[in-house]
Structure formats: C-alpha cells, structure tokens
C-alpha cells in the first residue's frame, strides 16, 4: 500500500506553480495538495485519524510536507501544529516553519549561533534616522515583515530617503514593523542559493540583477548560473538550516568581501531557477528525503 503524502499550502498561484506540479510528479501515486484554508480543524477527544478537508472526512496521511514558507500566517500554522499532535510527522516541523517566517527570530538565532549575518534592527514608525545611520548606517536595507519573492524590500540611501520610505510604509501599512539591516555592498545585485535537503547541499546558485537592482531574485526578473558549491558556501548554510532546525531550506548569502553573510533562509524554497541552472532533481530529492523520513 502507497504511503499517504500532502503537500500542505496557501494557494496554487503562479509564483509556486511549478515547484507544486514538480513535487506531485517526483512524489507520485499517494502524494496530494492540500491548500489548508480547505481544512476545518475540528477539536475533540473523539475521532483522532481523520481530518476535514473540503467539508469531508479523509484518513490522515502519512507524513505531510509544508510549503507555506514566509507566507506562513496563524491559520496555516495552527493546521500543521494540528495535524502534528494528531501524530503526523512534518518535514520542515511547524516550530521551524514559523521560526522562519519570523525574520527577527530568525536573524537573532542566526546571531546568536555566531553565524554572519547583516546588522540588524527592528523599528516603528517613527524612528529617528540618526539613531539608524549610528547603528547601521546608510545606505541601509528596509524590508517590511510580510515581504517575499523580493517584494517589500527597499534600499534607502539617506537620512531623508528613510524618513520618506518609513512614512510611505507606515501610510499604506499603519503599525507596521520594519526592518533595518545593513546593505552588504561588496557585489550588489548578486546573491548565491544554497539548497538544502536532510544533512548535504544539491548544490549552488548565483543569482544576479539584470534592471539594477540590488535584488536579485529571479521572479524579478534576475539571471540563474551555476556555481561551485564551495566548503564555507556549505558550512554556512548547514549551520544555519540546523540552528533553525530545518530539515528542508534554501539559504541565501550575500558575498562580503572574501566570505558571505547569511541574508536568509526559507523553509519551502522556490527552485525553478534553481533546477535549471544547476540541473539538479531538487524536486525529486525533496520527495526522496519526505518519504524516507515515514
């Protein structure tokens, strides 16, 4: 009898259309997508192998692999922390998931496990721009909390230019709190992917702007080469998917003048780009590794 997987996410949009049609391809016959605003989380002492999804009871499946990444919000959580206590193993676990999504948290573990990573603060408008420039510096970073696929992130090149952009954001998102990080300027515009499955790295990936920016991510438009995977490009990324206790990641570094500072890790990294310019299976060892781990 075939194991039981599902792939657990939001939506089945364009941006992550590919990686869903990739890993229900390697993962084949028992593997299903479940977006989980279709689950209804019922709480009982009762019935405790089964959950509703659509409305209908279905059995629990036998391991469940969370794609919600930085997108993860308290209803996703709440279905993988529930179907968790339920007996159901997850790869990456909701603790690590939400970690991540988290991108204070996850800064100040990344910090604290002595692994470089850019200078960073957490802020509320309205911030004094000198106390930024003193502790940071400019040109800075700005990224709103809810950013993904590069969107809501800003480079901010003066006292005044922040003090512009932190009023723009605090119009359209009242409250919300930013975060300032070092512009790490040794090669602007390009950054390099490590993936990372169970205990090894499929390999790397240089990414680089095309319009001038300083992101260079490729649902932006940005150029996928292969690089050399090199032995500091894996310390860093193992360590930091292990100090975030993630089993499944994609880690991102930005070169700093001879080495690389940990921008971020994401737990259900996107990997069109990836499998193409690297020609490596990231789909299949996803599968492999989930099925393994039953």
Same mark, same amino acid.
């Given at each position: ?135 940071? *510096? %400019?040109?800075?970073?700005? #990224? ?6 590069? $969107?809501? =992130?800003? !480079?901010?090149?003066?006292? +005044? ?108 990294? *996107? %990997?069109?780009?990836?499998? #193409? ?6 789909? $299949?060892? =996803?599968? !492999?590794?989930?099925?393994? +781990?039953?």
């Amino acid at each position: 009898m075939s194991k039981k997987i599902w792939i657990v996410q939001k939506h089945n949009l364009s941006s992550v259309r590919y990686e869903t049609e990739r890993l229900l391809e390697e993962g084949g016959k028992g593997t299903h997508l479940i977006l989980y605003n279709t689950v209804d989380l019922i709480i009982s002492r009762e019935d405790r192998k089964s959950i509703r999804v659509r409305g209908q009871t279905v059995s629990l499946p036998d391991i469940v692999l969370p794609r919600t990444g930085s997108g993860t919000r308290h209803f996703g959580a709440s279905v993988l922390r529930h179907l968790e206590r339920l007996g159901v193993k997850t790869v990456n676990k909701s603790d690590a998931v939400e970690t991540v999504a988290d991108k204070v948290y996850a800064h100040q573990i990344i910090s604290q496990a002595d692994i470089p990573n850019p200078k960073t603060m957490l802020v509320k408008h309205p911030v004094d721009p000198v106390l930024v420039e003193k502790q940071i *510096g %400019f040109p800075c970073i700005v #990224k709103v909390l809810s950013g993904s696929y590069g $969107k809501g =992130i800003y !480079q901010s090149n003066n006292k +005044q230019s922040f003090k512009d952009l932190l009023e723009f954001i605090h119009n359209i998102k009242p409250d919300e709190p930013i975060l300032v990080q070092e512009f790490v300027n040794s090669r602007p515009g390009v950054d390099v992917r490590v993936i990372v499955v169970g205990d090894r790295c499929l390999g790397a990936m240089q990414r680089i702007a095309t319009d001038g920016s300083f992101k260079a991510n490729i649902t932006r438009g940005g150029v996928a080469e292969n690089v050399q995977l090199t032995p500091r490009m894996e310390e860093l990324a193992l360590k930091t998917a292990k100090v975030l206790d993630l089993e499944i990641a994609g880690v991102d570094l930005l070169y700093d003048n001879g080495d690389f500072k940990v921008c971020e890790a994401n737990s259900a990294p *996107g %990997f069109k780009g990836f499998e #193409k310019a690297t020609g490596v299976n990231v789909a $299949k060892a =996803i599968m !492999q590794y989930t099925r393994q +781990q039953i």
